[in-house]
């Protein structure tokens, strides 16, 4: 018997309860949804209302601009949706290799959805009965691990230790400054007055 999966969802991440969970702070995931419409009439809207309305009467919230594709299957003629996200978000291989026959048997209209769309707030997307979750792909992530420097002038606190910081040089200086400052205002003032 498989374990349950969290807060009763599927491993699509779809809560069975109340629709398709999209948790805090998520980055770097793309949703593909196929969309169950006439391609025909989908392009009619799209041409009378623009991608962002239907998008948002599809799923039922707004989305950014630029922050998901609405587009025709035909689109990708030669290409195909497996090799539209492998090419074009960095998908890696092993992901596609999952979805392959599935993403490539699409046909109509299909409707991503990037983790930027959701601005880091959890949402919970209860999308209209025309979606079709069809999966969830992370883009690949640049590997940001660093090889260590072995160099000792790399190593911390590795220049010459200073045992007392410098201390100011003490003297009349200062004070005689003051002193000269003080005279020549009271030669100006005395000036202003006799003059």
């Known amino acids: 018997m498989s374990e349950p999966h969290p807060r009763g969802m599927d491993p699509a991440g779809v809560n069975n309860v109340m629709g398709l969970n999209i948790p805090r702070n998520e980055q770097g995931l ?21 991608k962002s309305s239907v998008a948002a009467s599809l799923l039922g919230r707004d989305l950014p601009e630029g922050e998901f594709e609405l587009f025709a299957m035909s689109d990708l003629s030669g290409v195909g ?6 090419e074009g978000y960095a998908v890696p291989a092993e992901q596609i290799a999952q979805h392959r026959r599935k993403l490539d048997a699409l046909d109509g209209y299909v409707l991503l959805i990037f983790s930027k769309a959701f601005n880091g707030e ?23 691990r ?18 007392t910081p410098a201390t100011p040089p003490k003297g009349a200086s200062g004070s005689a400054l003051v002193v000269i400052g003080v005279v020549v205002l009271l030669g100006l003032v005395l000036w202003g007055l006799l003059g």
């Open 30 to 50: 793309i949703r593909v949804f196929s969309i169950s419409r006439p391609p025909e009439e989908l392009t009619n809207e799209i041409e009378e209302n623009g």
């Open 81 to 86: 949706l497996s090799g539209y996200l492998a």
């Open 146 to 163: 660093s090889t260590p420097i072995d160099s000792e002038a790399a190593q911390a606190y590795s220049g010459t230790p200073r045992q």
């Open 122 to 144: 959890e949402v919970i997307l209860t999308p209209g009965p025309d979606l079709t979750l069809i999966g969830t792909f992370g883009e690949a992530q640049p590997d940001m």
